[in-house]
């Protein structure tokens, strides 16, 4: 099942639904009506799907803001536009179903905040990261300021933000901004077999991963060990955590094996 938008297209692929940015003679840059488009694509691939791929068309993920829509914006629709990035990447990030990002070429401002949003990051060895704010005068407003900060940290951030430098995939990776750097046109296809996996999983359990822990994450290690033992509890109550565990007692499921060398 496909459905194409002039700005998202849409594919669902068995359980993993398929997002694709098209806007590929602005590199994807994000418009108003682009981050309506995301959220309405988000919104069917949480009804239909198990997990979501979001990609570029063309040779960019995102390259961020429409920066000549966002310049002529009064200040206070501005201050309401950064907040609808805000709840529509939200969306993805604490929605019912996780997110795999596929990138390619440039991950930049806007860009890499949507990145950031999904669950995991797939980028191509020549992917790149920017964050071009300072050079341009303004600041992020798409949620980069907390979760691109919680991927790789402040001082990185800042370091991105004020001096504009593009970061490769390969040091993204070490610096926690990126899950996978694949080969040259595999992004794709890499972040559909992951999040084919993540549909294999008991529902409840990602539902619980993707809105669990970045809230334990904020709370206080008492109270986040206290949540824990709510939602480990509630997890092995559910219909198919029963199923799952008789059939690994029963060594009817597999078992964990060593990564391949």
């Known amino acids: 099942m496909s459905g194409t938008s002039d700005l998202v297209r849409y594919e669902l692929r ?25 959220a309405e694509a988000v919104a069917r691939a949480t009804r239909e799907a198990r997990a979501g791929v979001v990609h570029g068309h063309g040779k960019h993920f995102c390259a961020g803001l429409d920066l000549s829509e966002h310049s002529q914006k009064p200040l206070f629709e501005a201050v309401l536009g950064s907040r609808r990035w805000h709840s529509a990447f939200d969306t993805i990030e604490r929605g019912r179903i996780p997110f795999v990002s596929a990138i ?16 995991i990051r797939v980028a191509e ?6 964050l071009p704010e300072g050079q341009r005068g303004i600041f992020v407003g798409g949620g980069g ?42 992004a794709l296809q890499r972040g559909i077999e992951i999040a084919a ?34 939602v480990a509890s509630l997890a092995t109550m559910t219909p198919e955590a029963q199923e799952r565990l008789r059939d690994f007692l029963e060594k009817r499921a597999d078992k964990v094996k060593a990564p391949d060398a």
């Open 125 to 130: 060895e020549g992917a790149f990261f920017a």
């Open 14 to 38: 068995g359980d993993v639904a398929i997002l694709g940015l098209n806007r590929p003679d602005k590199r994807n840059a994000i418009s108003d009506r682009f981050v309506e488009s995301i």
């Open 104 to 119: 390619t070429g440039a991950a930049v401002g806007g860009g890499f905040e949507l990145a950031a949003s999904a669950h």
């Open 197 to 230: 996996r993540m549909a294999q999983n008991a529902e409840f359990t990602n539902y619980a991963v993707i809105n669990a822990l970045p809230r334990i994450a904020d709370m206080s290690s008492e109270d986040g060990l206290f949540a824990e033992s709510m």
């Open 145 to 186: 300021s907390v979760r691109i900060a919680r991927l790789i940290g402040p001082a990185r951030m800042g370091d991105m933000m004020l001096t504009g430098r593009s970061v490769s995939a390969t040091e993204m990776e070490r610096w926690g901004g990126v899950s996978y750097v694949v080969e040259p046109g595999k």
